[in-house]
């Protein structure tokens, strides 16, 4: 029997479970075919099929069951648009790539904020930088937590549908950067940044808003980058 890597599989085995709900062989919640029968259809053995399944369930595409198999988790959209955890797992994409990403497109996402932001979204942001000033020493989870909900009404803000599926696919991916940066950070550094995008989005400044946002993140990926690259 050929022996394929993991990372290839586990591709295989997206790719398969895709084929069969399009041809609506299977539906979210539903069982998938049991270990032997994926394995004699993937062509490898039924501990590579094991372990394929298992790095889906880490990514939240599948869950088991004890004694009972495995089964396709209800939200069938967070597979079928190749979420970045999965991507990340399995194909090695980087915190810097991330970063390179958000600075092509968060800035002009505030941007575009300052001019149709409602007053929730001005509200939401306001409560995000509260929650940061109100407690200085808050841990980085903490703190991760909030420059998220901050920059996730920042999306929202914007009024793009696509920009907001497109941040719930890099949540994830961004709670793992955002947990690190914000740890390594001097005191107040987000605070400020934050503080200075709130006025600039409050005003309309959409010029001003879309600078700051990119020099936010480009503060951020250099700080990223003294955990990964050796002094």
Request: charged letters at 25%.
């Amino acid at each position: 029997m050929p022996v394929r890597k993991a990372k290839d599989l586990t591709h295989a085995l997206v790719a398969g479970l895709k084929d069969m709900i399009s041809s609506g062989e299977l539906h979210p919640g539903s069982r998938l075919p049991p270990e032997r029968e994926l394995a004699r259809q993937f062509g490898v053995n039924r501990g590579s099929i094991r372990q394929a399944l298992k790095a889906l369930d880490v990514m939240g595409i599948v869950y088991q069951r004890v004694g009972d198999g495995t089964y396709l988790k209800h939200d069938a959209s967070t597979m079928l648009g190749a979420p970045l955890d999965f991507l990340i797992l399995v194909d090695g994409i980087t915190f810097q790539e991330l970063f390179e990403a958000r600075r092509i497109v968060e800035p002009e996402l505030a941007a575009r904020a300052a001019s149709r932001r409602s007053e929730d979204d001005l509200t939401e942001l306001g409560k995000a930088v509260a929650a940061m000033k109100a407690n200085p020493a808050m841990d980085a989870e903490e703190l991760a937590e909030q420059d998220l909900r901050f920059h996730e009404t920042i999306w929202r803000a914007s009024g793009n549908r696509v920009c907001q599926r497109m941040f719930s696919s890099l949540h994830q991916a961004m709670t793992r950067s955002l947990t690190v940066t914000s740890s390594l950070r001097d005191d107040g550094t987000p605070l400020v940044a934050h503080e200075e995008m709130l006025l600039a989005i409050q005003a309309g400044e959409a010029e001003r808003a879309r600078s700051l946002m990119f020099e936010h993140l480009l503060q951020g990926e250099s700080t990223l980058l003294k955990t990964t690259v050796p002094a």
